[in-house]
């Protein structure tokens, strides 16, 4: 990825062994967006004539919008800061594809990602990720930890897997439903609430109570600040599958089937836009 990290404790693992600063991460992927959202360069003239006008005519960027795939990371990938307004349209994106696997996938997923035998054949493999357990110390435990450090080095990849999905499960859990605020956005409705504070000082009587409807209405938008970084889209499962006992690649049979992922995650997409358009419809 372009920011040479996967996010986690664990993200260099199969990386380059440093990142971009966070300034050319965002150049990079504003080159990327740019990429992605503009039309084939073999399409594009300076000039008009049939050819452009019959593309005009048929390019289906300028009928729908067109879908960009990104990973619901955090604010940060690793050292990288994820810009704010990539952000921001990340946590308001229309859509949003929770893929949900059976266990034994997502741990054998883990393990073919972070522990196959070419990453394993790297002498500092061992150590960097008996290292990165113990980065996660504070929140795992100390005896938590250490047992898993011990799994590491016994070469039980799939319980290290294991143990740690529990740690990691309730933090995308969280990311998904939660509110992310921005640093910025808690500030600016604490400062809000101190204005209504102080608002409230040196009023007695009648100015105390039209000091109150102030402090109420002080409140009331604070809060809105605070919600307006919610997801504004729509939370919609998708289940992925393994590939099974008969796979012709002869795949372990609890790997991730990607290839049938993708298309239900497109037919998942294509159900939700026939579902906006049919509210459109009756909106009309």
Known sequence: G????????????GRPPAQPTSEHFGNLVAIQWVALTSPPMDKVSAGSNADDDEYEKNDDSKKAPRWIFVEDEGPHVGKCSVDPGLF???RHAPLVVNVVASRATRLRTLVED????AHRADP????????SVGKLRKRLGNERAEALRVKLREGDFAAVADGLLEYYDGLYDKHLGMKRVEKREKQAARKKAERAEGAEDGKDGDDDARGSREISREETEARL???QAARAGKVVECRARAVGANDREGRHPDSLDVDVLVGDILKTVAAFEAEEALAAERAE
């Open 2 to 13: 372009l920011a040479a990290h996967s996010g986690s404790a664990f993200g260099w693992v």
């Open 88 to 90: 921001a349209r990340m």
């Open 114 to 117: 972070y522990a196959n035998d």
């Open 124 to 131: 500092a493999w061992q150590d960097a990720m008996d290292e």
């Open 225 to 227: 600040t605070l919600e």
